[in-house]
Structure formats: C-alpha cells, structure tokens
C-alpha cells in the first residue's frame, strides 16, 4: 500500500476514534441524567401536574437552582431566562422547595443576571429572605461547584432548558449533590439548533472538568442555603 493511503486510512481511523469518543461521553451524560428529569413544561399554558409536583416534593430539596442565562440591555431577563423563572417560581409556590438559588454571572457592573432574576422573583411575589443570589454562577460548573461549598446544598431541584439540564445534572451527581430537574421548554427558542451543537462540546468539556474539579473563579465564606438569603443580596 502506497505511503499516502496509510496515511488517509491512519487520518480516518483517528477521526472515527475522536468522533467515538466526542458522541460517547455526550450520550453518556444525557443517559445519566435522563431518569432524574422529573418535570417538564413544554408551553407557556402547560399547568404542573399534580403528579410532577408530588414526585419532585417526595425528594425533600432543599432549594430550587435557577440557572441563569442572559439579560437583555434594559435588564430584563430574555425570553429563555424568564422561561426559567416562571417554572422555578411556580415550583417555588408549589411548596416543592422552601427557598430559591438564583445563579447567574454578574462579573461586571454593567451586566447582571442575578439582580435581574432577583426583581423578576420578588414582583412574583417571593420574600426576599427565601432569594439567595450567587453572583459568581459564570459557568454550570462553578454554579454546580458553589451551591455546594458556598450554599452547602445537599438536596435540590435545577430549573433551565432541557437541553442543558442534562449536563447540570451530571454536574450535581459528580459534586455529590442529590439533583432533579425541570425543563422549562415553553417555547421552541431562536437559534436552539446551534446551541444543541454546542452543548455536545460542553458536555464533552465538563466530563473532564468534573474528572480534575478546579476550583471556580470565586469560592468564599460558607452561606448556608437555610438561612436567610438577604444577606447574598447587594
């Protein structure tokens, strides 16, 4: 066989090989996850069953993690993110959880997640001692990471798209947090086909992130989930 076609063959086994692996550690995460999904709201007019909210409030969370996501120039929460927060707080009312977790990048002055997640809670009528707001959620790990070393979470719910909860979940269980989801899908959202792209890299990513578990940009003083949140508040 000429030099160059062993090299094509070689070229093309290594990308089989690559892809094996991209796809199996991305197939993995969505499996562990799956089973552990126990709500899903697929339109802004689908009511919570009765049954969701009783399986969820059978766990005995401690909290409900909204995973931030981004804010518009104004400070309102985008149409993915307000998605978020509805389901959260609607779980919230619900009783399934009797505080909130709200974590979201709020790495600059100008732009703030938390703060925005914040007041769109309080107008629904959430006390401001049951909000406890991470500023430092830069990334699902680090919002993972800290709800356990900063808010000591042992128990919770995780509210976002179910596209990405599968990854958080896998983050929870690898950080020795007891974890179910809510998939807040109420609409389909412009550009998802390029974020399910993505989140295969992301999940891929993460598997080895939670494998060498670096520290996130921010840790700081302990703030125990069943205290009072005021105190997270700026």
């Keep these: 066989m000429k030099l160059w076609k062993k090299i094509v063959l070689a070229l093309l086994l ?12 991305n197939a993995y995460v969505v499996h562990s996850g799956e089973a552990r999904i126990l709500c899903r709201v697929e339109t802004r007019e689908t009511e919570l069953s009765s049954e969701e909210v009783r399986e969820l409030k059978e766990q005995n ?3 409900i993690l909204i995973l931030g996501a981004k ?14 927060l509805d389901l959260g707080i609607k779980l919230y009312q619900e009783g399934v959880a009797p505080k909130l977790l709200l974590s979201g990048d709020h790495g600059q002055v100008q732009y703030d997640e938390v703060n925005a ?5 309080l ?6 001692e049951d909000l406890f707001l991470d500023h430092a959620g830069f990334s699902t ?24 909860l599968y990854r958080a979940l896998y ?14 899908d109420q609409t389909v959202y412009h550009g998802q086909a390029m974020r399910d792209l993505r989140e295969i890299a992301a999940r891929d990513k993460d598997v080895v992130k939670w494998m060498l578990k670096p520290e996130p940009t921010y840790l700081g003083e302990a703030i125990p989930i069943s205290s009072s949140g005021i105190e997270t508040q700026d």
């Excluded at 290594?14 to 550690?25: K, Q, S």
């Excluded at 804010?71 to 978020?84: E, F, I, K, T």
């Excluded at 790990?141 to 990405?164: C, I, L, N, P």
């Design 14 to 25: 290594l990308a089989a090989v690559c892809a094996a692996i991209v796809f199996g550690l």
């Design 61 to 63: 969370p401690e909290c």
């Design 117 to 121: 997640m914040k007041e769109y809670a």
């Design 123 to 128: 107008q629904e009528g959430v006390p401001e």
């Design 141 to 164: 790990y680090d919002s993972v990471y800290r709800a356990k070393k900063v808010f000591q979470v042992e128990r919770m719910v995780v509210v976002t798209q179910g596209y990405h």
């Design 171 to 184: 983050g929870c269980e690898k950080m020795g947090i007891k974890a179910w989801g809510a998939a807040a």
């Design 71 to 84: 804010v518009r120039a104004d400070g309102s929460p985008s149409y993915m993110l307000q998605d978020r």
